[in-house]
């Protein structure tokens, strides 16, 4: 059995690969369903996010296939799955396999490997991610393990790190972004598109802020009205966007629309109707929420996940000591998990040992009493019980030494002499 990881994120791939590799919610489960069936796979875990695309994979691997097989297999299905062809993702991929792949999930999971370093947002999205193979039972014993052992690690390093001490995350950089734009945002009106998580915290930003107006589209009312209720906005539908666009001076959007909601058209007519004042437009969703095009229009200033990297550097800096100190518990961790697992490996071995034992044992205990009763003097069967015991004990060790030895295998011939006790005091 191996763990292999394999993926892309923001420091391999660029917006318009990572947008057509993501797996929406909708098609989630289709993929777990279709990754299981795949050769060798005993369980998987997508997680799929605007940033990354990784599968966190148990597998079998039989001695005569190597690693790279394993790792062509998986990219050969999603390339498949996602109908594109393997020279235009294999620059950007990477893959990790057993203690590797352990210490990449747990630091993604720990906010280490983010686009904003100990962004919290990510933990929960890793959570999703395995409840959503667990609904599919697409869980082995070895992933359950790995997955429930790296939210303990990322709550260890939330509690003893300041990780995520300072407020960063691309919801604050959105933020940060405007405010460099706009010099006062109690005098903007905010457009929010979607009222997932990243909006939730976007919104709570603006409000702290005091922005004049928000208004939150959403594909349903009810979603969106709770974050309204908190945040004191007002909530249209995705439809309305075209008539109410024209009113917003912000518009930040987070949706999981495969297709755009707002075009180029959209924005002119809007601009139109503003008389060029300027937009800024926010677009931190994957796949893009706003057309591209919508960039090249003068007064529009359109900004994707990628362009907030440069806001987040500059507010990176209280957590790098920090981070040292969560990579050391990762480390630590990471190989933990890996000797629990590597002790697994030996538990049918040692069942197989005891049992052989016990055979031996059963096997002498009733030809002595076989013996005694039929006569046999007692101290006699007993001392030839534990002779007889003793030799078939002792076989197979004497011999594995006398080989080693034959060998000249000193490493084998010591590891032999600890697995008997022999060097202990």
């Given at each position: ?405 034959s060998n000249g295998d000193i490493e084998k011939l010591q590891v032999l002499r600890d697995s008997l006790g022999l060097d202990q005091n």
């Amino acid at each position: 059995m191996s763990l292999l990881a394999l993926g892309i994120n923001h420091k391999t791939a660029p917006v318009a690969l990572r947008e057509r590799v993501t797996f929406s919610p909708e098609t989630l489960n289709h993929a777990i369903e279709s990754l299981r069936q795949q050769p060798l796979v005993q369980a998987g875990v997508v997680l799929s996010t605007c940033n990354r695309t990784e599968l966190y994979l148990s597998m079998e691997q039989p001695e005569d296939v190597p690693p790279q097989d394993l790792h062509k297999q998986i990219v050969d299905w999603l390339c498949a799955y996602h109908k594109l062809s393997p020279d235009e993702v294999n620059k950007s991929l990477y893959w990790y396999q057993d203690n590797d792949a352990v210490n990449h999930l747990m630091r993604v999971a720990s906010g280490l490997d983010s686009l904003v370093l100990g962004e919290p947002q990510i933990l929960g999205q890793v959570k999703k991610a395995y409840t959503e193979s667990q609904r599919e039972q697409s869980m082995s014993a070895d992933l359950e393990r790995l997955f429930q052992k790296t939210f303990s690690v990322a709550k260890r390093v939330r509690t003893e790190t300041d990780i995520g001490a300072s407020a960063v995350s691309v919801a604050f950089a959105a933020c940060t972004l405007a405010r460099q734009i706009f010099e006062s945002l109690s005098e903007v009106n905010v457009l929010l598109v979607g009222a997932g998580e990243t909006i939730e915290l976007v919104a709570r930003h603006l409000r702290e802020h005091k922005v004049r107006h928000m208004m939150i589209a959403n594909r349903t009312r009810e979603r969106a009205q709770a974050l309204a209720d908190e945040v004191n906005a007002e909530v249209i539908t995705l439809p309305e966007i075209d008539e109410r666009l024209a009113q917003a001076d912000i518009i930040i959007s987070s949706t999981a629309s495969p297709l755009p909601i707002i075009g180029k058209g959209m924005v002119e007519r809007a601009l139109k109707a503003r008389r060029n004042q300027p937009m800024l437009f926010v677009d931190i969703a994957v796949p893009r929420d706003i057309e591209p095009e919508v960039g090249k229009l003068a007064s529009a200033y359109l900004y994707s996940v990628d362009d907030l990297h440069s806001i987040i550097q500059s507010n990176l800096a209280q957590r790098k000591a920090a981070a040292v100190q969560a990579e050391h518990i990762v480390q630590q961790e990471s190989a933990n998990f890996m000797a629990w697992l590597r002790a697994q490996g030996a538990v049918e071995t040692i069942r197989d040992y005891r049992s052989q034992a016990d055979q031996m044992r059963a096997e002498a205990e009733a030809e002595a009493l076989a013996a005694i009763a039929q006569g046999a003097d007692v101290e006699t069967v007993i001392h030839k019980l534990a002779h007889r015991l003793t030799n078939r004990l002792i076989h197979a060790p004497t011999k594995s030494l006398q080989q080693a030895a034959s060998n000249g295998d000193i490493e084998k011939l010591q590891v032999l002499r600890d697995s008997l006790g022999l060097d202990q005091n």
